[in-house]
């Protein structure tokens, strides 16, 4: 059978500490084997002063093997370790767990865990996280630490253990925020406000231009066409120079069109490659918006070409 160690503290002349051994009934549950191992390693925890491991092995214990007696040396552990807030908690579990109880041993523990429930609440501190209602957007989400505050406890006072927390609000679309707020162990009162979280700044992926490389793409073929044009007309111009022969002045405006479309030529791919680039360069959706771009062919009596230049 399972015995189960109870350290008590009695109000007397003394501080006494009583050691109270209980024996499960012949009725009870066969107890889990890992449950029993962390609760006789709990003991010795504890009589050693390990007091962080002593209340991670009850716990474990009460995790595989629910029992009041594991809860209220949990607790007692709890209350020797600083953690006044996660104390009376289990103490105030005891007490409800063994209210009404007929028989002597839940009576007795039922009587432990309302004295000390009772003497620690009034030396428990207590963090209070507000949010008020104009704050409270949707998908709001308060954590401490790493666990979620039920939006119930919101502007609420309500118990904590002695330390440092990081208080997190979060909410879709917004901003995150956090506080960090240091808690002392014993009868202290911190406040926490939450403020209204800030709109996220909306990334604006910007569309790739078309209208320039349309434009540009129009200029090559209309100065690509022109410079096929000028080359059939200056190879028409140079067979007539052929078959007249002499000092004609066909020859002079053959060469004049062969140099109009070779210029118009390098106009037109000039043209194709830029509005190329500006049909698959990076846009960079922080860069301020630059626009005016003109494509300008070009003729004259020394040849022909295509002039560039705007912003965008």
């Known amino acids: 059978m399972r015995r ?31 449950a029993e191992a962390l609760f006789q390693q709990g003991v010795a925890l504890m009589d050693a002063g390990q007091l962080a491991e002593a209340c991670a092995a009850f716990e474990g214990s009460e995790l595989r093997s629910p029992a009041t007696t594991t809860l209220l040396n949990a607790a007692t552990c709890r209350e020797r370790n600083g953690q006044l807030a996660t104390a009376w908690g289990a103490y105030v579990e005891v007490e409800r767990q063994t209210r009404g109880a007929s028989d002597p041993t839940s009576q007795t523990l039922h009587a432990v865990a309302e004295e000390h429930a009772i003497k620690l609440k009034a030396r428990l501190s207590v963090l209070t996280v507000n949010v008020a209602a104009n704050r409270r957007i949707p998908g709001l989400e308060i954590v401490r630490d790493t666990v979620a505050i039920d939006a119930a ?16 609000a979060r909410a879709p679309g917004h901003d995150s925020w956090t506080s960090r707020i240091t808690i002392g162990k014993e009868s202290d009162a911190k406040t926490v406000d939450v403020p209204v979280l800030a709109v996220t700044k909306a990334v604006v992926i910007a569309p790739r231009p078309k209208t320039v490389p349309l434009i540009l793409a129009g200029s090559a073929v209309v100065l690509l066409g022109g410079g096929l044009s000028f080359e059939l007309s200056a190879e028409g111009s140079y067979n007539k120079y052929k078959l007249v022969g002499g000092n004609s002045p066909l020859i002079d405006s053959a060469d004049h069109k062969r140099y109009a479309a070779e210029g118009l030529a390098l106009g037109g791919v000039a043209a194709a ?16 918006p630059r626009r005016g771009v003109a494509v300008l062919p070009t003729i004259g009596a020394d040849g022909a070409g295509v002039q560039i230049f705007g912003r965008y």
């Open 153 to 168: 406890a919101w502007n609420r006072s309500l118990p904590a253990d002695g330390g440092t927390y990081v208080i997190t």
């Open 4 to 34: 189960h160690v109870i350290t008590l503290s009695l109000s007397v002349s003394l501080s006494v500490s009583l050691v109270l051994a209980i024996t499960r009934p012949a009725s009870a549950q066969p107890v889990n084997a890992e």
């Open 273 to 288: 490659a830029v509005g190329a680039w500006f049909y698959f360069r990076h846009v960079d959706p922080e860069s301020p």
